[in-house]
C-alpha cells in the first residue's frame, strides 16, 4: 500500500475570483470573532486571474456548507502540483493523510479579534474541501491528523513544541514497513515543513517531494 502524507498550509486553497465571496461571507461574517475578512487579497496585484487568498480558518468556515460553489470557486495549486507528479509518474497513492493545524487551544478572545492573530491561518475548517478535492482526484478518502498545541506561547511557529507535536501524530500512523510512504512538507509554518521532513528523515522508507 503506497501512502502520501502532506501537510497544509494558510494558502493551499485560494479563490479563484472574488465574485461569490461578498455574500458567501456575509452568511456567517458576525459568527466570527473578527470580521475583517470581507476583502480577498490578489496573489498577484497585476495578475487578478492567478486568485485570491484569505485566512485558511476563515475560508473553511465559509465554504464548509457550500459544496455547490466548490469547483467555481475554488483553487488548489499546490495540491494540483502534486496530483500532475503522481500522474506523471504513474503512482496510485493508497492511503492520503492530510496534517491539519488548531491552535484554538492557545489563543485567547482579546487575541483573536485581530486578522492577523495566527489563529486566523489554522488548516483545520479545511478539512471538507480538501476531502472532496482529494475524493474527486484520486478517488480516495483521505485521513486527517491534527496538529494541536496547547502550551501558551507556543504554537505552531515554534521548532521544538511543533517537532514533539508531528512526532506523536505520526506515532499513530499504522502502515506497511514494507511499502513506500510519500511524504509533502512544503506546506505550513517553516516549523512544521521542517518537523515533518526531519522525522521523515529518521525512517528511509519515506520519500520527501
Known amino acids: 500500500?503506497?501512502?502520501?502524507?502532506v501537510t497544509t498550509g494558510n494558502s493551499d486553497v485560494i479563490l479563484k475570483n472574488d465574485k461569490s465571496?461578498?455574500?458567501?461571507?456575509?452568511?456567517?461574517?458576525?459568527?466570527?470573532?473578527?470580521?475583517?475578512?470581507?476583502?480577498p487579497l490578489p496573489v498577484d496585484p497585476?495578475?487578478?486571474?492567478?486568485?485570491?487568498?484569505?485566512p485558511a480558518r476563515v475560508l473553511g468556515l465559509v465554504y464548509e456548507k457550500q459544496p455547490d460553489y466548490y469547483k467555481s470557486d475554488l483553487n488548489f495549486p499546490l495540491l494540483d502540483t502534486y496530483y500532475q507528479y503522481f500522474e506523471d509518474n504513474n503512482i496510485k497513492p493508497e492511503r492520503i493523510i492530510i496534517l491539519l493545524t488548531d491552535q484554538t487551544k492557545?489563543?485567547?478572545q482579546d487575541q483573536i479579534i485581530y486578522e492577523k492573530c495566527p489563529y486566523w491561518q489554522d488548516t483545520?475548517?479545511?478539512?471538507?474541501?480538501?476531502?472532496?478535492?482529494?475524493k474527486d482526484k484520486f478517488k480516495s478518502q483521505p485521513e486527517f491528523l491534527e496538529i494541536i498545541p496547547i502550551n501558551a506561547n507556543k504554537g505552531i511557529d515554534n521548532w521544538n513544541e511543533t517537532l514533539s507535536l508531528?512526532?506523536?501524530a505520526f506515532c499513530k500512523l499504522d502502515y506497511n514497513s514494507l511499502?513506500?510512504?510519500?511524504?509533502?512538507?512544503q506546506a505550513g509554518t517553516p516549523a512544521i515543513s521542517s518537523a515533518v521532513q526531519f522525522v521523515s528523515l529518521v525512517d528511509s522508507r519515506k520519500l520527501s517531494f
Open 21 to 39: 465571496w461578498g455574500s458567501l461571507y456575509d452568511e456567517i461574517r458576525y459568527d466570527l470573532e473578527c470580521t475583517e475578512f470581507a476583502s
Open 106 to 108: 492557545i489563543f485567547k
Open 166 to 168: 508531528v512526532e506523536e
Open 1 to 5: 500500500m503506497t501512502i502520501w502524507i
Open 179 to 185: 511499502k513506500p510512504v510519500y511524504v509533502s512538507h
Open 46 to 54: 497585476k495578475d487578478k486571474s492567478a486568485g485570491y487568498t484569505i
Open 124 to 134: 483545520c475548517t479545511l478539512k471538507p474541501l480538501l476531502e472532496w478535492y482529494l
